[in-house]
């Protein structure tokens, strides 16, 4: 005899059950996590301001390392300062007093700045008017055949850098082979030893190639006998 109550129980049950096979079915399989479909795209890195405009700033002269260890005490007038010095002719322009070894930049108001020298030897020394006509730091250096003719050993090019004859800087003259440029023998300052090409400390250079321009008026006295210093400092 079958128990009523046990009957109804187990209709329930199938009941139950079928409902949840039919969820089960429409409901499909659990849906996976979306998947990105191009990987390799990164995203942009923000951009950045665009900065303001930097005008054009000639590089400082720096000493080498082995210029620095043999550095070489200037004497007390060689070195640059600002001086008396009476003149006509306008600010900016350079002169060059052989005889005392001496550079002037004319500043105006009865002042210039002046700087030691080194300057030609004995038959080598000029004079005349030029203007610069080309600035170059670390130039390099192309001996002029009239060089090489009296000193064959002498390198036919040599890149500027520390060791280049020509030092930090160099102001061309005109159409000759004279140049204002610095040098790699600082001792020479105040002496008579150059082909013709008026020489500077390294630091005096760049110092003068900051203050002057590309058509600067430059004077060279002619070699006379030697006078007492024309400027007297002013500080």
């Excluded at 109804?8 to 399989?29: D, E, L, N, W």
């Excluded at 400082?60 to 210029?67: D, F, L």
């Excluded at 670390?138 to 009239?146: G, L, M, N, R, S």
């Excluded at 203050?211 to 006998?225: A, D, F, H, S, W």
Aim: glycine share 8%; proline share 10%.
């Amino acid at each position: 005899m079958i128990n009523l109550e046990t009957l109804k129980t187990y209709s329930r049950a199938v009941a139950f059950g079928a409902v949840a096979v039919t969820a089960i079915a429409f409901a499909g399989p659990a849906k996976a996590a979306p998947v990105q479909l191009f990987p390799f795209f990164q995203p942009l890195p923000p951009i950045a301001a665009p900065q303001p405009y930097q005008p054009y700033q000639a590089t400082p002269y720096q000493a080498a390392p082995s210029e620095e260890q043999d550095a070489v005490e200037t004497p007390a007038r060689f070195r640059r300062q600002t001086v008396s010095y009476a003149t006509r002719e306008a600010p900016g322009t350079i002169i060059i007093d052989t005889p005392n070894t001496y550079l002037y930049l004319v500043l105006g108001n009865g002042q210039a700045m002046r700087y030691g020298i080194g300057v030609g030897r004995d038959g080598f020394t000029w004079s005349g008017t030029q203007s610069v006509t080309k600035k170059a730091e670390w130039p390099d250096w192309t001996p002029p055949p009239e060089m090489i003719a009296r000193q064959p050993y002498l390198p036919r090019h040599m890149a500027g850098g520390p060791g280049n004859p020509l030092g930090a800087r160099a102001m061309y003259l005109g159409g000759t082979i004279y140049r204002i440029h610095g040098t790699n023998a600082p001792d020479t300052i105040g002496k008579h030893v150059s082909s013709g090409c008026i020489r500077l400390t390294n630091d005096d250079v760049a110092d003068l190639y900051s203050r002057v321009n590309v058509g600067t008026k430059v004077i060279v006295l002619p070699m006379t006998e030697r006078r007492a210093d024309l400027g007297a400092a002013t500080r």
